[in-house]
């Protein structure tokens, strides 16, 4: 599909499309969050802030540089990174043998 849409239903379309693209490059980064896991001593280093924050810097830059509003791609990091930070405590406690902290 190439040029503008032409209707509703090919907005759609396209947004579908790209949103299977987004789950399977979710499921990626999935796989290396739960690689991670295995390499961190405890919650702090899971929840890690210092690079949460790196994180969130360059989506914006990234934003910004593909004509994404910042604030957009900064509110779907953070909740990206949230959900992920959860799975990796889960995660890390599962390897460590303990409760989710």
Request: no cysteine; proline share 4%; aromatic share 2%.
């Given at each position: 599909m ?8 090919e ?6 499309a790209?949103d ?8 990626a980064r ?24 790196q ?16 604030e ?30």
């Amino acid at each position: 599909m190439t040029g503008a849409p032409k209707t509703l239903t090919e907005v759609r379309a396209r947004i579908d499309a790209l949103d299977a693209e987004l789950v399977g490059l979710l499921a990626a980064r999935q796989s290396l969050v739960r690689a991670a896991a295995a390499f961190k001593t405890d919650s702090r280093a899971v929840r890690a802030p210092g690079r949460v924050e790196q994180v969130v810097a360059a989506a914006r830059e990234r934003a910004v540089a593909a004509g994404l509003a910042p604030e957009v791609a900064e509110a779907v990091w953070r909740a990206m990174i949230g959900a992920f930070i959860k799975l990796e405590l889960g995660e890390h406690a599962r390897l460590a043998g303990d409760a989710p902290a």
